[in-house]
């Protein structure tokens, strides 16, 4: 099995590209991660053992799609929650990003959840009194507990601890890793254009003495043959 990195329109082997991440944070979270995967798409967030990513632990943090088609801050470390000065749960995830980088970013966590792969920003901040400040974040999918690919583990390194709140970065920076697995993607959103076709109704033209069933939705009644002649089905779709 063989990942890619990508950067613009350019495609490269991971593997051949082992200097791009240096940060010791981001490698012991995405090692952490990959050793959880075991060639799968994705772990499940059930999986996450704390204990385990005690190093990158203050600055490690869980998005969270929600259904009300929001992605927002479900944990985060507390190193986090100090450059902006209050807790993170339950607030939109761009809370961390400059307003000018916000749509991207918001763009790039859609584009992970929608096909999974592995993110890697280069970011910059001008806290008040400071110079030009970098950091690095780091972006992973999970699956929750019924298989879906709704949330993202994700980490920020390179942050001075002198720095006051709030602090908001901009986004300088994208690197893309393709992931390469066989297994499937459930997704807990679905766009419209991967949705099923509407089945068009056809009304009775004429009564019919063939038994029926009552009772169903508010009194309304369905032909036992027809419902035999009806065939449910599936259609699998998927997104390679």
Known sequence: MREFLQSGEKITPLFRQKGQMQDPVLLDLLNYWERLRGGRIAPMRSEIDPREISGALEYTFILEHTKLNQIRFRLAGNKLCDLLGMELRGIPAYALIAP??????????????????????????QPEGFGEQTAQMLLLPMRNDAGQINRILGCVSSIDARIKPPCRFTISGKKTTRIVSSQTVMHDHVSAGFAEETQPFTPRTKPTDKPVLHGLD?????????????RQYLRLVTDD
């Open 218 to 230: 508010g009194g309304s009644t369905l032909d036992r043959s027809r419902m035999r002649r009806t």
């Open 100 to 125: 000018e980088s916000r749509d991207y970013f918001t763009d790039i966590l859609t584009e992970l959840l929608a096909e999974p792969k592995i993110i890697h920003l280069q970011l910059t901040s």
